[in-house]
């Protein structure tokens, strides 16, 4: 039970129970404590303005004294008035003459016995309020004097005291009565507090519980899932609103893990078959060793060049690389299809496509970074070769045309073709026109996307459209920014 509750408060919604309780409660222990000390400041107030009135009432009874002596004693006429005055209050009434013997008591203080209490103020000029010797707090005195005239030798008027002494017991009965209730009325306060801070916590916390619902059913695979937008609450909706934008942040990452995976996947599988295919060559049967050197000098080629895809894909991947920051150089095209052409011979002669090299000269260098450009044109060969028929051709040529917009690099191959409707997709990431066509050529619908990046990492244009009577032909264009002076 102990553990349960622990935990219950150590939860948001039990901190919000146990605040908005102990707020409650201090409130109404505040609140309680206000209500007793204004009752009880009012009814002493009420009871001592009673003592004076009272005190007043009788003064005005004894004008009918018109001398008074120090041994002298109360007309009966008076004495009778007192008595009347006094029968019915609840106040204990005493009249002292100026040497303080009784002049006259009230029957309920002839009854208490405090008669004997009753000492000389000290001073008798105003009325004061003094404690009864001998008696608890509950008992208050209040010393009125009075004046009139006395007929003695000096003719001075002589003072003497009406004393008034009130029980407060009944008061503070009552404040304990009214303590009780009030302690009574915060007991039920706090349980209904509890109750309703309960509901208004859950109902409040009601969002945070979806939003977490949803959270934990967020996995790897399901990262396009979404938190609903809380429009009635703005903490909660700012909170959706962050948690989304971590997601998106997120399933960008988790995008570009799959995506390196796949394009390095793609990429490497090119350069792999190439030194699988030499090194199948080089093992068919004995060979001299320029023919072992020169396969190992292939197969190293390949396998640098694997080196350099990888450190481009990881830099794409990463979007660490702009157009301004690819480091460029001046590339011979001519001497990258030779080496490309030398390349992909072996993947060709499988189908008996050939590859016919058509660059004409002269061909001007472009500056541009070289082993995205190998990439770029090994995809769009890999492609042509692929997707050819068996004794086909996939023919390079340029158009060198300075005033029409710079260089452009053809590829063209008697393939199916590329309907028109599809040619604006065939970029996309995955899309395949016809499964049927990439399970027959082992395709995964990458590398017409990488290549698209390269082209706009590049700063470059791709033109697709048919080659007659059948096939599809690739322009890659350099615009003459790109283009240097001279010729290759």
Known sequence: MSGRLAGFLSSLKGKITLWFVVSIAALMIIFSGMILFSVRLWMIQARDTDMIQLSTHMITRLQNQTTLTPTSTLYP????????????????VWVLAPDTSILFESEPARLSGLGSRIRKPQSGDLPMFVPVPGMNRNFKSLYYPFTFPALDQESHRLTGWIVTIADNRDVTEFINNLTRVLIGMIIIGVIIAL??????????????????????SITISHLDTRIPDYRDDEEVRMLAQTLNHLLERLQGSFDQIRQFTADASH???TPLTIIKGELELALSRDRDSVYYKTSLTNALTQTNQLIHVTQTLLKISRDEI?????????VDLKIIFSVLVGQLNYLAAQKSIQISNQLSDPLPLVLTNENLIHTLFINLLDNAVKYSPAGSTVCIRNVYKPAFGGLSIEIADEGPGIPVIERNNIFRRFYRIEKSRSKDTGGSGLGLSLVSKIIQLLGLTVDIRSNRPKGTIFTVTFPDSHLIQGQS
Do not use: G, N, W
């Open 77 to 92: 006429s008076v004495l009778t008035s007192l008595e009347a005055e006094t029968i019915e209050s609840k106040f204990l």
């Open 322 to 330: 702009s157009e301004e920051q690819v480091e460029k150089e001046a």
């Open 267 to 269: 990429e490497l599988l």
């Open 195 to 216: 109750a309703f801070s309960i509901i208004i916590a859950d109902l409040s916390l009601r969002p945070l519980t979806d939003i977490i619902r949803t959270a934990q």
